[in-house]
């Protein structure tokens, strides 16, 4: 080597040392990037709070209402009030007049005439208000892309069935009719012929097919295929009668099924057209072929792009929807628009929707509930703080919006004690249901009531309302008076007398009993959380609030290691659809997560529960074998007997209303309807048949619909 040639090792070293100079300079760049970027959307975000917060000062205090009881705002409805609510929901038909249709006024472009879309027999919705007009957009908030894509569950919800408006009735919707036989085993729907998929294709069983067969059945799109497509373990079978009529056999009696599709199992089976999706899928391409279109998408394997394809973001995919993805996110305008080949009209023939276009902006919920007081909603109700209530009412009139109170399915917030706890001495002390009754008595529910409520709540247990027919005031008001001294004498019957220089009780091993109440940090109010856990620590049992993001929260509870967990109700009006707090029915009940892990996986997987609580189980298992809605209502009383006798769920404060902003000029929203997530609120109450009416708030006149014949 000559005296003037440079080491290699010398040489490499300096290229690594740029190298990794150049690398570190583009991580601090990137990192300086996405600072400037997160400081100014909150800058933003701050411009928008003060901007609102000034206009509302101004808005509240030129509206001269000086108090407002929220209180005296709601009055729960009886049980005769709820079943006689007609004339004041929608109600559906069915087509049976000449076909002679009308359409909006922005298909007029459209290539096919508005009779070719429609089906041979279009579903008839009965708007509670008016027909039409056509026209306008429908303005909605979310707080992610992710949050957005609850419009196929609550916006169009369109399966086979659905929930009428007040929850007491399974409407027709794309099935025009069906036949429960076989002792219910086997249920047969007759499907409206000639509907159209978005782009004009034809819908038919064989889209049901294709999703039973190839997605159902697919075991890397569907791993577990979910309880409720199956009975004793073995999965149903879909069978093509001819293209308009379906039948699901069961290898046993399915009592539920039919509420089971109307709480969102129908709508599933019909997203996926088979025409669109076979194109990505490898039962119909070659696999080599799929992998090409895969790894040009930048994605590892299959069923990610085809999950991709069916996506709701996805605009090419045909949809059965009212509106249809136009402009996804990370727009910062979402926008779906009306669906040319929509198969619902209304009495005169008008197609369906009225209004012509759904928007989303993404704001963090602060914002939104801000934008809500301003009047920049048009219906909403998701994301909306009870605790905003009396800013909503007293800014409503200027702002030109109402507000209405929907009556909720739900029976309030659970306290859910984690009886497969790991700790040994937890587990046997919240297993005795002295202190779980003891806990109970020791909240003052009126002063929970007024805190997070303004007393338009009711105390009561994670129970059914009293207009459902599985009413039990005998459970509802169990244990929920306020009575520290019982909770007491209780924990000292259970051998927790000793207590520290504190006041806080002795374990039995000696340690201070101290618990956590873990919640969620979508629960944005804790209040009544934190009070709850005063009042706990009042009797000895030393309490702290514990707020976890979402993921840690679900994390922590799947791995047994929560003391208390909270979480809302599950739509008690109907308790047989999702029954967790009942029993330990599914993963969500935090209550027993290792005894529903038993009863799902028919004893294989687990934790045995007690004697009792497998007789909730049992007789839930007799329920969905059972077609007869009355059988169904007797035995699940027996079921919430037993939850009297046990407390296995602690209740807070229930039949609080679901809060709803409508603005103005919005026509055919209910006053007053079933709120819930099986209901698929605001669903159950046909948003396609909404409409927005600038003229008649100017001019307070009658409106015909503005068509296109």
């Known amino acids: 080597m000559s005296l003037n040639q440079k080491p290699i090792f010398k040489t490499s070293s300096s290229l690594f040392l740029r190298l990794g100079i150049i690398l570190a300079g583009l991580v601090l760049l990137v990192i300086l990037l996405a600072q400037l970027t997160w400081f100014l959307g909150r800058w933003g975000q701050e411009q928008d709070i003060q901007h609102l917060e000034t206009t509302l000062g101004t808005n509240i205090e030129a509206s001269r209402v000086s108090t407002l009881s929220p209180g005296a705002a709601f009055r729960p409805m009886t049980k005769d009030e709820f079943c006689h609510m007609e004339g004041r929901v929608h109600t559906v038909g069915e087509w049976t007049k000449a076909r002679i249709f009308n359409q909006s006024p922005m298909l007029r472009t459209a290539v096919d005439p508005v009779e070719d879309r429609l089906p041979k027999n279009p579903l008839v919705i009965h708007p509670p208000d008016q027909n039409g007009p056509y026209g306008g957009t429908w303005q909605r908030y979310g707080t992610s892309a992710p949050d957005i894509g609850i419009f196929p569950a609550r916006l169009a919800y369109d399966g086979l069935v659905r929930w009428g408006p007040m929850a007491q009735q399974i409407f027709p919707n794309l099935a025009v009719k069906w036949e429960i036989t076989d002792g219910g085993k086997t249920y047969t729907f007759w499907l409206r012929e000639g509907v159209h998929w978005s782009n004009g294709m034809p819908f038919t069983v064989d889209d049901i097919l294709f999703w039973y067969n190839h997605v159902i059945m697919n075991p890397e799109l569907t791993p577990t295929i979910p309880r409720e497509y199956q009975r004793d373990g073995i999965p149903m079978e879909v069978e093509k009668v001819n293209d308009h009529v379906v039948k699901f056999r069961f290898v046993s009696p399915y009592g539920l099924f039919l509420k089971v599709l109307a709480s969102g199992r129908s709508y599933p089976m019909v997203e996926y057209p088979a025409h669109y999706l076979k194109k990505f899928h490898p039962d119909f391409i070659p696999k080599k072929q799929l992998m090409e279109m895969t790894e040009k998408e930048s994605f590892d394997f299959w069923y990610q792009l085809f999950e991709d394809r069916a996506s709701w973001q996805n605009t090419e995919v045909p949809r059965l929807w009212p509106w249809i993805i136009k402009v996804p996110p990370p727009a910062q305008l979402i926008v779906f628009e009306r669906n040319p080949y929509y198969w619902k009209v209304d009495g005169d023939g008008n197609q369906l929707p009225y209004i012509d276009r759904m928007t989303f902006e993404i704001y963090d919920t602060e914002i939104i509930n801000m934008k809500a007081m301003n009047g920049e909603i048009g219906m909403q109700g998701r994301h909306l703080q009870f605790d905003n209530f009396p800013r909503f009412k007293t800014n409503s009139k200027n702002r030109g919006y109402s507000v209405r109170l929907w009556i909720s399915s739900g029976g309030g917030s659970s306290l859910a004690l984690n009886l497969n706890h790991k700790d040994p001495i937890l587990r046997e002390i919240f297993a005795d249901r002295r202190f779980r009754i003891a806990l109970s008595y020791a909240m003052d529910r009126q002063q929970l009531n007024e805190i997070a409520f303004f007393g338009i709540g009711q105390p009561c247990q994670i129970s059914p309302p009293a207009i459902s027919p599985f009413y039990s005031e005998a459970y509802e008001k169990a244990y929920i ?162 939850n009297r006798q046990n407390l296995w769920v602690i209740g807070t404060i229930g039949r609080v209303p679901s809060l709803f902003v409508v603005k103005d000029t919005f026509r055919n929203v209910p006053e007053v309807a079933v709120s819930g997530w099986i209901f698929r609120t605001p669903g159950n109450t046909a948003p396609e048949c909404y409409a927005i009416d600038q003229l008649t708030i100017e001019n307070d006149e009658g409106i015909n619909v503005q068509s296109d014949r």
């Open 481 to 642: 008076e306020y009575h520290p001294e019982e909770a007491n004498r209780l924990l000292d019957e259970m051998g927790l007398k000793t207590r520290n220089k504190a006041g806080i009780r002795l374990r039995p091993d000696g340690k201070p009993l101290h618990i956590r109440i873990e919640i969620a940090s979508v629960f944005l109010s804790t209040p009544m959380f934190e009070l709850i856990a005063k009042q706990w620590t009042d009797v000895g049992v030393k309490t702290q609030l514990k707020l976890e993001a979402r993921q840690l929260f679900y994390t922590r509870k799947s791995a047994l290691m929560h003391d208390v967990g909270v979480w809302g109700s599950a739509d008690e009006l109907i308790p047989v659809i999702d029954p967790r707090w009942f029993f330990p029915f599914s993963q969500e009940s935090i209550q027993g997560i290792g005894y529903a892990r038993w009863f799902l996986s028919n004893g294989k997987r687990g934790i045995v529960p007690p004697e009792e609580m497998m007789k909730c189980m049992e007789l839930y298992q007799q329920i969905e074998r059972i077609p007869d809605p009355t059988e169904q209502v007797r035995l699940f009383q027996q079921i919430i007997e037993l």
